[in-house]
Each structure stands twice: as C-alpha cells, then as structure tokens.
C-alpha cells in the first residue's frame, strides 16, 4: 500500500478470545482486486487456567469487600456523629478516646438493670453499630446442599439456631450479656468448651453466628431500661441508623 489514493477494505473477525484480521485492495468498482496482508491476534480467554472461573470473578468480590469496609465505617462515623448530637458522647477527641478504656460488653449488660451515665451508654450504643449481625437480603432463604462429612462447617443458618438456643439455654437475657458471662468465664471451662462458646472471646468462633434480630432485641431492651432517664433522646434516630440496610438494587431485565 505505498500509493496514498489506493482504495482498500478492512475485514474483521472477532471472537471470544481472537480478532481475526484481512486487508485487500479494491479495482474502481470497489471490488476485491488483491489480497494485502492478514493475519489474527490472540487473547487470553480471561479465565483463571487451575479453576476456569472468569478473572471478573475475583475483582467483582474485591470490588465487594470494598464497598462493605466502606459503608461500615462510614456507618461508625455517622453513628458516633449522632451519640455527640444526642449528648452521649463527648466533642473532644481526647475525651472520646479515653472510652475506650470501658468495656462496652460490661457496659451493655449494665444498661438491662441500672441507669448508665450519657458517655457510658453512648459506649454501648456505638459498640452495636460496631457489628450488627447478619440479616439476609434474599426473598427466599436458600438452604446449603448436604455435606458429605460431618467435620464440615455447619450452615450458616445452623450457626445462627445454634446461638439463639444457646442464650435460651442459658437463662440469658440478650446477646451482649451472654457474651459478656462466658467472656467471664471462660478461664474455668476445657478448651474444647471454649471453643463452642464462638464469637469473640473464644478461639473456635465456628458454631455461633449473631443474626441482626438479636442486635436488634437487645437495642429494644436497653432501650426499655433507659429511656425513662433519657427522655430527649431521639431512640427511633439511633434505631435507624443502627439497623437501617440498603434494600437490593433492582435488575433490568433481561432480554
């Protein structure tokens, strides 16, 4: 192709993983009139060579996990924000940060019995929206197929049954105080006994697993106990920033 005013036509053929490619001139009537050059160019198919999943896969997940960590702080910020709003936590830093030395699960039984101070249940409110729970988005519950072994993992679902009949078992009144009388005394059990005490303090944490509805009793019940003291608190604000979960976005739908 070195005259400038050669008329040609470029043809493509374009695959999953491929572009095919062919060059030829044309005559004055635009017809075909020789073969230039062609050839292909050959891409990776996108997929991961051991498990043949799509490399989307893995950024898509990435990309998830992000989101999450982002929305959870975001969620901490806007929740301590509105304890310094209600007067349940203090506008100097420093003040803020010496609350950490109070230990919210201590702190979150206390408030089913006695009256806290303002920081003091702002500590436990805040440790709430620290983890609130699993609650599913999906319309249906979908249930895990059977496991060959019974050393696999239970359901999540079991998990959560699991729990919710143990702190029925034990006589306690909500999550935070189950936590909170096992965390105590957990030195006098086997370490085997520790394990199934799950969630923080143990080191298994492979059988409990706390479901939003809990959180959500236990806010009520503190709730319940401190409101009385606490009349200018807007509860119903807290509540819905403690609990309040993005609905799914709606698909289009396919053609």
Known sequence: MNDKNQKY?????????????????????????TLIDMGVRIF?????????????????????L???????????????????????????????????SLNPYELRVKALDTKLEPYELGRALFNLSVRRGFKSNRKEAVQEKEKDSQNDAKSQNEK??????????????????FLWKHKNTETQQTENDARDIGMRFAP??????????MYVEEFDAIRKVQEPYYSGVN??????????QRPLRAQERGK
């Open 160 to 177: 959560c049954e699991h729990l919710a009949k143990a702190i029925k078992d034990s006589g306690y009144r909500t999550l935070g105080e």
């Open 44 to 64: 990776s198919d996108g997929r991961d060579p051991k498990t043949k999943e799509p490399l989307a896969v893995e950024r898509r997940t990435a990309r998830g």
């Open 235 to 244: 509860w119903d604000a807290l509540h819905e920033k403690l609990f309040y």
């Open 204 to 213: 298994g944490r492979s059988n409990y697993y706390p479901t939003r509805r």
């Open 9 to 33: 036509r470029l043809g493509l053929d374009l695959g999953t993983n491929s572009i095919g490619w062919c060059i030829y001139s044309l005559d004055v009537d635009n017809k075909p009139e």
């Open 66 to 100: 992000r989101r999450i960590l982002h929305r959870r702080k975001l969620r901490r910020k806007q929740m301590f924000r509105l304890l310094q709003e209600q007067g349940l936590m203090p506008n100097d830093a420093s003040e803020a940060a010496a609350l950490k």
